[in-house]
C-alpha cells in the first residue's frame, strides 16, 4: 500500500449523500453546473469534484477503469472497495485524467437494457456556462451554453455517434476541480 | 508480531488501553483516514475444522484506518461497537510498525496488557476447573 494514502470522506454518509444529490441535478438539467461542497483532498491528478463522485457512485458491484496512475487507484480501491479493471470495455465507471478511452468502445448497454452502459468521468481544465457550445435536449428549456476548456479532440463527433445510438450509449460526467456538469447521452450538442 | 500485538489490542477494552497510554510516551499526532465506523461482517464456519464452510451469523465489527506524520498506515478491527477501543488500536498498529517507537510500547502498553489478559484467562480457568465433575469418579464412590 503506498505510504501516502489519504483520508476519504471525514463524513461518509452525509457528504456522499450530498454529492449524489449534486449529480442527480446535473443529470437532470444537463450542462448546468453543480457545485460539489467537500473538503475531500484526493491524491492527484484526481479532482475534487472527480473523485467526490466516484466514492459515491463506487462500490465492490462495479468495476472502475482509470488513468489516473498507481496513488489514485489505491485510494480509490482503499475508500471505495471498487475492482479495478485495466480494459476500459469491462469498466461500469471510468475516470479519465487525461485524453478518454473512444466512447464507441465503451459498454453501451443492451437495447433491453440501456442501463447496463458505462458511465465516464472527464476531468477537464475548465466549466464555464453562458458561452461555447449550445445543448439541447430533454431537461433544457430552450437552449444551454456550456464552455469545456481542453476537451480532447475529436469529443464532439465521438458524443454524435454516441447520441444516435440512444437508447444505448454512454453518460458524461465532466469535472473540473470542485465543479460538475454532466452530459446524459440523450443531449445534443453544436459547435458554437 | 503484528498478528499477536492486534490481537491483544482486540481483546483489551478502550479503557485498559488509555490506562496503559497514561504511562507511555506520548503518541503521534494521526489523521483518520476510514472511520472509526460501526458494521457487520458474516463469520464463517467450518464442522469438525474440515467440513464444507457454512455461513455462522453476521457480528458486530468496528474498523478503523489511521495514519501517522511519518506515513506509516495503521488498520484495526474489532468486535462491537466501542469505537475508541478500534481508534486506538489502529494507532498503536502504525505506531508499532515504527522502528523507533515499538520497543517502547511494547514494554509500556502491548506486554501489561498481555499479561492482564492471561491472568484472566488463568482465573476464570480455574474458575472452571473448581467445578469440574469426574463421572468416572461418581461411578466408583458407591
Redesign the interface.
Given at each position: 500500500m503506498s505510504p501516502a494514502l489519504a483520508p476519504g470522506f471525514a463524513d461518509p454518509v452525509l457528504e456522499t449523500q450530498r454529492c449524489f444529490r449534486a449529480l442527480l441535478e446535473a443529470m437532470s438539467r444537463p450542462g448546468r453546473l453543480q457545485t460539489v461542497a467537500t473538503a475531500l483532498e484526493p491524491p492527484p491528478p484526481l479532482g475534487r469534484a472527480a473523485a467526490a463522485v466516484l466514492l459515491t457512485l463506487a462500490d465492490a458491484d462495479t468495476p472502475v477503469w482509470t488513468d489516473a496512475g498507481a496513488e489514485a487507484a489505491d485510494w480509490l480501491r482503499f475508500h471505495a472497495g471498487c475492482p479495478l479493471v485495466s480494459a476500459p470495455e469491462q469498466a461500469g465507471f471510468l475516470l479519465a485524467s487525461t485524453a478518454p478511452p473512444p466512447l464507441a468502445s465503451l459498454q453501451a448497454g443492451t437495447e433491453e437494457e440501456p442501463h447496463r452502459s458505462a458511465t465516464l468521468i472527464l476531468q477537464v481544465t475548465g466549466l464555464e456556462e453562458g458561452d461555447g457550445w449550445r445543448l439541447t435536449g430533454p431537461g433544457i428549456e430552450s437552449l444551454h451554453r456550456l464552455r469545456v476548456q481542453e476537451l480532447p479532440a475529436g469529443f464532439l463527433a465521438e458524443w454524435t455517434a454516441n447520441h444516435a445510438r440512444f437508447p444505448r450509449g454512454v453518460d458524461v460526467v465532466l469535472c473540473a476541480g470542485d465543479r460538475l456538469a454532466a452530459l446524459p447521452r440523450t443531449t445534443r450538442i453544436e459547435e458554437a | 508480531m503484528r498478528r499477536r500485538w492486534m490481537g491483544i489490542l482486540a481483546r483489551a477494552s478502550a479503557a485498559e488501553i488509555e490506562e496503559r497510554l497514561r504511562q507511555a510516551p506520548p503518541l503521534p499526532p494521526h489523521?483518520?483516514?476510514?472511520g472509526p465506523?460501526i458494521g457487520l461482517t458474516m463469520v464463517r464456519g467450518r464442522q469438525g475444522g474440515d467440513g464444507a464452510p457454512f455461513n455462522l451469523g453476521e457480528m458486530t465489527v468496528t474498523r478503523c484506518?489511521v495514519?501517522l506524520p511519518d506515513?506509516?498506515?495503521g488498520h484495526a478491527y474489532v468486535a462491537g461497537r466501542d469505537k475508541r477501543q478500534a481508534e486506538w488500536a489502529a494507532v498503536l498498529d502504525a505506531a508499532l510498525q515504527s522502528p523507533a517507537l515499538r520497543p517502547t510500547l511494547l514494554e509500556a502498553v502491548i506486554e501489561p496488557l498481555a499479561a492482564a489478559q492471561a491472568r484472566r484467562a488463568e482465573r476464570d480457568a480455574r474458575k472452571a476447573a473448581a467445578t469440574r465433575v469426574q463421572f468416572f469418579t461418581m461411578a466408583t464412590m458407591r
Open positions: - | 489523521v483518520r483516514l476510514r465506523e484506518s495514519r506515513g506509516l498506515v
